[in-house]
């Protein structure tokens, strides 16, 4: 037992909602409004002394909780239901340890607490493990940002002695023992990262595409987009069900950008592509590398890397194995990962990257890019459109981890709304010039976020 570790004491939440400007395609789903869970955990030492941190997460239950069998209704107050569950786990635990360490131990838990709420609300489809991995994040960063408030430091700065023996090993098995975090995460962030911008299967890409203007003073074309915020990052959602449309869409987005940037004399940008596990199978995947290479090799020179492209469930789809393509282009895993031995079965299947998402845990987030790096897999950081704290706590991440390139930043696209009250504290984050996120303050006490 240290004298630095904490038991929580407290766990309160509420939610809050927001109209999105415009909608955003998810595995064929069009979504047009997010749920937002606010959490606030009181945190005391054994001598007594005591903080608050707060956290926030969309619930992405488009996302995180796909069926055909129930409704967003549904989905959505299934994984509020975990959160109230979640907050009980933390609350009665009555652990003393530090935060990745409290988290660590309850995880289990947490996913029982799904399978309870299944059954409690007869749901047709019971919760997945993903759904409550998102559902308990914002309680986890709120545990990490109380831990940073009572110590006084920014919560990167926790994650080595005096404060945790960051040996991996202790979490995540044999395989990491003598793995550090201090070797992976750094305890400041860089100064400043670019920005990928989010190009929707669903947004227009020239003006001629424009049917129904949002007419609300932001861009509404993809070369407006790149003008406004000097982009040089575009992440490109594709269908994964009609390889004409999705390489069509890729040339697409090659000529409008080109066109862009021959304004601002840029020649070099970045793409990455999302299928959203749309692709039928690995086959797919293979004929759209050909079939792009052959009509565009500049577009395909462009791919940095290509987001999980077919079913989440590795285990029962085995024969989709990644090798050829990722000998191509890296190959991140993405809604599969969930926990080590997906992470594990991943790699096996030729995948050759990581995508790391806040929305999974701040302590797991920690935990599996140190593991990924030192297993010498690409890593990414993704949001899950976030606004406002759960967008800082995203791009703290991505600033923290040695090797993430670029970040992303789609509420400013989607729900610029939720926005609003933090732009004055982090201009840099939430009003992007240069496509560059400035990231050099996001080393506040706690997860820096909320100042009080």
């Given at each position: 037992?240290?004298?630095?570790?904490?038991?929580?004491?407290?766990?309160?939440?509420?939610?809050?909602?927001?109209?999105?400007?415009?909608?955003?395609?998810?595995?064929?789903?069009?979504?047009?409004?997010?749920?937002?869970?606010?959490?606030?955990?009181?945190?005391?030492?054994?001598?007594?002394?005591?903080?608050?941190?707060?956290?926030?997460?969309?619930?992405?239950?488009?996302?995180?909780?796909?069926?055909?069998?129930?409704?967003?209704?549904?989905?959505?107050?299934?994984?509020?239901?975990?959160?109230?569950?979640?907050?009980?786990?933390?609350?009665?635990?009555?652990?003393?340890?530090?935060?990745?360490?409290?988290?660590?131990?309850?995880?289990?838990?947490?996913?029982?607490?799904?399978?309870?709420?299944?059954?409690?609300?007869?749901?047709?489809?019971?919760?997945?493990?993903?759904?409550?991995?998102?559902?308990?994040?914002?309680?986890?960063?709120?545990?990490?940002?109380?831990?940073?408030?009572?110590?006084?430091?920014?919560?990167?700065?926790?994650?080595?002695?005096?404060?945790?023996?960051?040996?991996?090993?202790?979490?995540?098995?044999?395989?990491?023992?003598?793995?550090?975090?201090r070797d992976h995460v750094l305890t400041e962030p860089v100064a400043q990262m670019p920005l990928y911008h989010l190009v929707g299967a669903l947004d227009p890409l020239t003006t001629a595409e424009v049917t129904k203007p949002v007419g609300d003073g932001l861009p509404e074309t993809l070369g407006e987009w790149i003008l406004f915020n000097g982009l040089t990052h575009l992440k490109i959602k594709l269908n994964g069900d009609d390889l004409e449309w999705d390489v069509n869409r890729v040339l697409g987005v090659e000529n409008a950008t080109k066109e862009a940037q021959a304004k601002r004399g840029i020649t070099d940008w970045k793409y990455s592509l999302d299928f959203n596990e749309k692709c039928r199978n690995v086959r797919y995947l293979l004929d759209f590398i050909e079939e792009l290479r052959g009509r565009s090799p500049s577009a395909f020179s462009r791919i940095s890397y290509i987001e999980q492209p077919t079913a989440r469930d590795l285990s029962a789809n085995r024969a989709n194995v990644m090798h050829d393509a990722s000998r191509q282009i890296p190959v991140v895993i993405d809604e599969s990962l969930v926990d080590l031995d997906s992470l594990f079965l991943a790699r096996e299947m030729g995948y050759t990257g990581v995508a790391l998402k806040a929305c999974k845990g701040q302590s797991q987030s920690v935990l599996f890019a140190s593991g990924a790096r030192h297993l010498g897999m690409f890593l990414c950081v993704q949001d899950l459109t976030c606004p406002g704290a759960s967008l800082i706590q995203s791009a703290s991440l991505a600033a923290h981890v040695k090797g993430v390139q670029a970040i992303e930043s789609n509420g400013r696209q989607y729900c610029p709304a939720a926005n609003k009250a933090w732009e004055a504290d982090f201009p840099g984050l939430f009003l992007i010039k240069g496509g560059m996120a400035i990231t050099n303050n996001l080393n506040g006490l706690g997860l820096g976020a909320y100042k009080g």
């Open positions: 037992m240290r004298s630095t570790d904490i038991r929580v004491v407290d766990c309160k939440f509420e939610t809050e909602s927001f109209a999105y400007r415009s909608p955003i395609k998810f595995g064929g789903v069009a979504l047009d409004k997010a749920t937002l869970l606010n959490t606030a955990v009181t945190v005391e030492t054994s001598a007594g002394k005591r903080a608050t941190g707060r956290g926030s997460m969309p619930m992405g239950n488009v996302w995180a909780f796909p069926t055909k069998s129930l409704t967003y209704e549904q989905t959505l107050n299934s994984m509020l239901e975990v959160a109230k569950g979640v907050a009980g786990i933390y609350t009665q635990s009555k652990i003393l340890g530090h935060p990745i360490e409290i988290t660590w131990q309850l995880e289990h838990s947490m996913l029982e607490e799904g399978s309870r709420v299944s059954k409690a609300m007869e749901l047709e489809d019971p919760v997945p493990s993903l759904a409550v991995l998102v559902a308990a994040s914002p309680f986890d960063a709120a545990l990490h940002d109380a831990f940073g408030k009572l110590h006084g430091l920014n919560s990167y700065h926790t994650y080595a002695e005096p404060f945790l023996d960051d040996d991996i090993g202790r979490f995540l098995g044999d395989t990491f023992k003598g793995v550090r975090i």
